[in-house]
């Protein structure tokens, strides 16, 4: 069966650091590019970060970007998320994704974890 | 305060069809494919329609989409109480160079 499972979310003080992680089984881990995906108490989901299959290729959006950093770990199929400088706009629902192109390269999102829970609270 | 724009909130009743808009602009629903998610209650989101029109594997017809322009939209014939969700459009931004979202549609099934 093809599943993310996220771990990691935690109660975390402001300013505090939190590492999430994703155990990925039943596809070809290397081959996808991933992403992180969160979810803020009653609101949209929002972009986070994304990592190519080889993991030479990152990017953020603005809530991350020098703050947060995504890395892979293709031999124990695993994804990673390093959150530093936290704040409470960071409290969420974070969510482990898999990418799929179609025949046209367009992208989706796949497959979907449960999602970890960060809170940032003092 | 999300790029890409949905109604908070549609309802219908059994057997009846509703339909969700999703409003964005020229850098991602304009120039880029459009991808839908159902998210049940208490649960992760999941793939309902990708690349604008196409359903995966497993999603019933009674669920279709389109685009015109800068806007998109969901439909969902033969409503039913299994369909109360949230719903998501998404797409890749290309002037931002990162995915948007919605923020989310919550239809309530009458």
């Known amino acids: 069966e093809v599943q993310v499972v996220e771990s990691g979310g935690a109660l975390v003080q402001p300013g505090g650091s939190l590492r999430l992680s994703c155990a990925a089984s039943g596809f070809t881990f290397r081959t996808y590019e991933m992403h992180w995906v969160r979810q803020a108490p009653g609101k949209g989901l929002e972009w986070i970060s994304y990592i190519s299959g080889s993991g030479d290729f990152v990017n953020y959006g603005d809530s991350g970007k020098g703050r947060f950093t995504i890395s892979r770990d293709n031999v124990k199929n695993s994804l990673h998320l390093q959150m530093d400088s936290l704040r409470a706009e960071d409290t969420a629902l974070y969510y482990c994704?898999?990418?799929?192109?179609?025949?046209?390269?367009?992208?989706?999102?796949?497959?979907w974890g449960q999602g970890t829970l960060v809170t940032v609270s003092s | 305060q999300s790029v890409l724009t949905q109604p908070p909130s549609a309802s219908g009743t059994p057997g009846q069809r509703v339909t969700i808009s999703c409003s964005g602009s020229s850098s991602n629903i304009g120039g880029n494919r459009v991808n839908w998610y159902q998210q049940l209650p208490g649960t992760g989101p999941k793939l309902l329609i990708y690349s604008t029109d196409q359903r995966p594997s497993g999603v019933p017809d009674r669920f279709s989409a389109s685009k015109s322009g800068t806007s998109a939209s969901l439909a969902i014939s033969g409503l039913q109480s299994d369909d109360e969700a949230d719903y998501h459009c998404?797409?890749?931004?290309?002037?931002?160079?990162?995915?948007?979202f919605g923020g989310g549609t919550k239809l309530t099934v009458l």
């Open positions: 998404g797409a890749f931004d290309a002037s931002l160079n990162a995915w948007v």
């Open positions: 994704v898999r990418e799929k192109r179609d025949a046209n390269n367009f992208g989706s999102f796949d497959v």
